[in-house]
């Protein structure tokens, strides 16, 4: 069975940084592309970033472009979210997916609180 496990979420004031990292377990052969998404309340989920299966491409939504880096490590079945200069708006729970084989995996998430 397929689970992905986020961590590295807190409290951090503005300015600071956080590395998010989403564990897949139950994998027997590559996945595919994987994805942060995050929810803050009252607001719809969005994606914050992308990365392709082999880690040659990635996409960011505006809102983080310049603070934000996704990466991942295959070997690890793990992918990351580097976190730069957080502001109070990055607040949110935050979610990683990923694809493998016909199906996409969520994770429950963790919680990311930017405030002075």
């Known amino acids: 069975q397929v689970q992905l496990v986020e961590s590295g979420g807190g409290s951090v004031q503005p300015g600071g940084s956080l590395r998010l990292s989403c564990a897949a377990s139950?994998?027997?052969?590559?996945?595919?592309?994987m994805n942060w998404y995050r929810q803050a309340p009252g607001k719809e989920r969005e994606l914050v970033a992308g990365?392709?299966?082999?880690?040659?491409?990635?996409n960011y939504a505006d809102s983080v472009k310049g603070r934000f880096t996704i990466s991942r490590d295959n070997y690890k079945n793990t992918v990351y979210l580097q976190m730069n200069s957080l502001k109070p708006e990055d607040t949110a729970m935050y979610y990683c997916?990923?694809?493998?084989?016909?199906?996409?995996?969520w994770g429950k998430g963790t919680l990311v609180t930017v405030s002075s």
């Open positions: 997916n990923a694809a493998y084989g016909r199906k996409w995996y």
């Open positions: 139950g994998i027997n052969f590559g996945i595919g592309d």
């Open positions: 990365i392709t299966s082999s880690g040659g491409s990635t």
